[in-house]
């Protein structure tokens, strides 16, 4: 199986790799993983007050279909507000990279992990003592 | 064959029989004639059966045996406590029980019931003689949810194989004789983490609400998510010892 020229893209030149500070306010981790693959994701966003997404890490261990689903979800959910990153679905991650029937499931991790990772920044902000009023 | 299509209803006929019957308590047990719920005598012959599948003085191969499940191939109750041993042996009683050349003189339909047979016994073997596999069966035939649908794994476990596949992704990148010894030790750390895991689910089993039950399903979510766990460990294993060969 060939990989396409936007995978092999992401593979070689992964955008966003790295970590930011989970235990910060303004931090969302999300952490995924595949059982039958044993490929595991973690992507980050960096929330602002307005809940415009103004940064993104990712880290994947995985096949070059995972590694590039995920740096294209970081490229993606940038200047989106946390509600746009959560409309983006796997089968945009799909068209965009040309996966294969085999590889969707690569796909459905990154959305997963978007949604994983807005999922846990909302837990800390509604949690969070004398909010600062971003949410509406 | 002269199989007579309407012998009298048999307890081989009924794979639930030999699959979970009460007396089947103690598997220490080892002669294989008293195997657990299995007639004692051939419908056939009237000799003693030595296993579940096939007679062994008149050869007479049961065709309800192709319904049975792994377990009931090997006259065993549904259960995670297998002692290798026995299951070695009636696996090889029955190898022998099947063996084509057992059926030289036989019609053709015998013999590809004895090969068919046969196959599904070796399956059946490989499934049940490695524990992980087993509990994974064991969680199908109890209607547990599979891997494709269910992939949570217990809370924090994959921020930790995050870490663990950094530090492999390090050791990668500079092998010197310090890593590999690293490597090795992490390795034994991951085998040590599956076979705790295992024995969890083995616990988790022996203690299953019944059908039916509401506890139920919460239990065999923590199975899978146990073995979801073993699955990675597993995957982590196999890639520090390619490294450790390379």
Same mark, same amino acid.
């Given at each position: ?49 307005? %809940? ?7 880290? $994947? ?19 989106? $507000? ?55 | 064959?002269?199989?007579s299509p309407n012998r009298p209803a048999h307890p081989l006929d ?25 007639p004692?005598?051939?419908v056939r ?27 009931? *191939? ?33 019609? $053709? ?15 059946? !073997? ?5 524990? !992980? ?22 809370? %924090? ?14 050791? *990668? ?19 040590? *983490? *599956?076979?705790? !895991? ?49």
């Amino acid at each position: 199986m060939a990989y396409s020229d936007k995978v092999i893209d992401h593979y070689n030149n992964p955008r966003n790799v790295g970590s930011f500070d989970k235990g910060s306010e303004d931090v969302g981790t999300g952490i995924v993983g595949a059982p039958e693959c044993g490929d595991v994701m973690k992507l980050q966003i960096k929330v602002n007050d307005e %809940g415009v997404i103004t940064d993104a890490r990712f880290k $994947t261990f995985g096949c070059g279909s995972a590694i590039a689903s995920s740096s294209l979800a970081t490229e993606w959910v940038k200047g989106k $507000t946390v509600d746009e990153a959560l409309k983006i679905k796997n089968v945009d991650i799909v068209n965009e990279l040309a996966l294969p029937p085999i590889k969707i499931h690569c796909s459905v991790l990154a959305e997963d992990a978007i949604k994983a990772a807005v999922e846990d920044y909302q837990k800390k902000k509604s949690s969070s003592p004398a909010g600062s009023g971003s949410a509406s | 064959m002269a199989e007579s299509p309407n012998r009298p209803a048999h307890p081989l006929d009924a794979p639930e029989a030999a699959a979970g019957g009460s007396a089947c308590g103690s598997l220490g047990h080892t002669p294989a004639a008293s195997i657990c719920a299995v007639p004692s005598r051939c419908v056939r012959c009237d000799e003693p059966l030595t296993t579940p599948l096939v007679c062994g003085s008149c050869r007479t191969v049961f065709p309800a045996a192709n319904e049975y499940d792994h377990f009931a *191939r090997f006259g065993l109750p549904r259960t995670m406590e297998i002692d290798e041993r026995d299951l070695e042996r009636r696996y090889l009683m029955l190898s022998r029980g099947l063996h084509p050349d057992q059926f030289a003189v036989r019609g $053709t339909e015998d013999k590809l019931l004895a090969e068919q047979l046969s196959a599904h016994v070796n399956d059946a !073997f490989s499934v049940l003689k490695d524990r !992980f596999r087993r509990a994974e069966y064991l969680l199908e035939l109890e209607g547990g949810p599979q891997r494709a649908q269910e992939k949570r794994t217990p809370a %924090g476990f994959l921020a930790e194989m995050l870490e663990v596949n950094e530090q492999i992704e390090e050791a *990668r990148g500079a092998l010197d004789d310090s890593a590999r010894k690293q490597m090795a030790s992490l390795r034994a750390e991951i085998t040590k *983490r *599956r076979d705790a !895991f295992l024995a969890e689910v083995a616990q988790a089993f022996a203690s299953l609400p019944a059908q039916g039950d509401l506890r139920r399903p919460g239990v065999l979510l923590k199975i899978r998510e146990r073995l979801n766990a073993c699955a990675y460990l597993e995957g982590l294993s196999v890639q520090i010892r390619e490294m450790l060969v390379s």
